[in-house]
């Protein structure tokens, strides 16, 4: 079993509907959470970036971290065609080691 | 956020041959790391290299295939020697997005095809 589950999809869905993007992950000792999107032939670009349990709100995106259930979410707002990519989620238990334990991504399609 | 360059984007290579990756930070970082993203899987942590000591390893990774160096506070490369088509990835190199710590950047890859 993978430490962190995340299903690949592909997810499609018309511009302007919610996305919900989800992991669930094995290791309790996680206490750092990360939202990465990767457009085609490009490097991960850090989207959000949450601590221990709780919500945080960027523009469209919300993260959701439930420690006591191990599942995270990425929330999207008024989806857009440029919103189009592979989201990854990432998490570590510690914020100075540097190894983050990956979810396989998800890809989304927003559909205009 | 620190930005992050690396060079090559893109290199199509021979088997048996060995191909350098340089990764330049625009800041001076403590710690800087080294992933592989294999076609259709997720990202997975190669070493951490730190600047004027040998790089640690993660399982399955070893010295004398991924030869990295740190020779300062801003730089970094990392080697796959003695290439085969198992090695054809993406290599990115990351960093901590800011002092106070935020999450990870990474850079924009090098894409290796061996052939």
């Known amino acids: 079993q993978k430490e962190v589950e995340q299903d690949p999809g592909p997810l499609s869905v018309p511009e302007g509907a919610i996305v919900s993007l989800n992991c669930t992950y094995s290791n309790s000792a996680f206490q750092y959470f990360m939202w990465y999107r990767q457009y085609s032939r490009k490097g991960p670009e850090l989207l959000m970036y949450t601590y221990s349990s709780g919500n945080k709100e960027d523009g469209r995106f919300t993260a959701q971290v439930d420690k006591s259930s191990k599942y995270i979410s990425l929330f999207i707002r008024d989806s857009q065609p440029s919103d189009s990519a592979t989201y990854l989620c990432?998490?570590?238990?510690?914020?100075?080691?540097?190894?983050?334990?990956f979810g396989q991504g998800t890809t989304l399609q927003v559909k205009p | 956020s620190a930005v992050i360059s690396q060079k090559p984007s893109r290199d199509i290579c021979q088997r048996g041959t060995s191909l350098t990756i340089q990764c330049q930070v625009d800041s001076q970082v403590t710690m800087m790391f080294w992933y592989r993203q294999q076609p259709g899987q997720s990202l997975t942590l190669i070493a951490t290299a730190n600047q004027g000591s040998e790089a640690t390893y993660e399982s399955g990774f070893v010295i004398d295939k991924f030869p990295i160096s740190r020779p300062n506070l801003t730089f970094s490369t990392l080697t796959v020697s003695n290439m085969s088509p198992e090695d054809s990835s993406i290599y990115l190199c990351s960093v901590e997005a800011r002092d106070r710590f935020n999450g990870y950047t990474f850079g924009s890859g090098t894409r290796l095809t061996v052939v």
């Open positions: 990432a998490m570590t238990p510690s914020s100075n080691t540097g190894k983050l334990i």
